[in-house]
């Protein structure tokens, strides 16, 4: 059957690339509602479907338009509402990007799970494929391959040629607690980029308390000192191959963070996809391409 939330909720802070201020609040929705999104700073009609056909940007994060709405940031609230099973939700917001609270799903899963989900009176839809699928990104060697299946199971490979991380690799399927073992996962960029993104205008939210922050390069303390300068945060320090700024909650933190992406930009599919998933070095770009293409092929 399908599911919406029991009651609203209220989520605050600020977009983590473009610094903006945002109160958000998800509400139980009508069957065959789907989620959507309401720029309510623009007006009740300015609604944005979280479609693939409306993805308008996947630069660092997942951007949604329809007529002059846009949201942006919306993959791990996407993710939080697949992984929990909802159907259907509005989402209330008066900014641009989805607020990035502490870089995970675990504030969404934590206010809805303690009340649990409404079952509603309609079956749920699931998006079904009928062929084996299979696409590939020449220009960053990300491949996703799909297998017609009875349920959604996850095989992602995470190489970013890092050594610090590694190649990490995350199975996700039924079995597996969302809650636990996705939803808490943070997200994270590599200390090298930061410069390089806040020069270009983007993570003027971020804080250093809401990203993992890896560090591949020796780093001199003077550069250092200019990051506690450009995020207002005090000491930091390298420890491991990580800024000092916090502790990983599992060893396997960024694939499994990936793994909450996909979900994320898989829901993009408008119904949740029976089948089986392998992927690697998959990002919003190559997942929301993917999305564009069997919503083309198969909803017609
Ligand atoms: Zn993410």
Redesign the pocket.
Known sequence: MQHTLKKSYTFEGKGLHTGAFAHMTIRPAEEDTGIVFIRSDIGPDARVRPLACNVSSTAR?TTVSEGEASVSTI??LM?AAAGLGIDNMIVEIDAQEVPILD?SAMPYVSAITADGLQEQDAPRKYFEITEPFRYEDAESGATIEILPADSLSVDLTADFNSKVLGVQRFRYDSSIDYAAELAPCR?FCFFHELEFLASKGLIKGGDVENAIVIVEHPVDDATLARMQELFGVGPLEVRQGYLNNLTLHFPDEIVR??T??LL?DFALLGAPLKGTIIASKTGHRVNSAVCRILSEKYNK
């Open positions: 994060c993959e791990h993710s870089g997200t963070h990936k909450l992406d994320g």
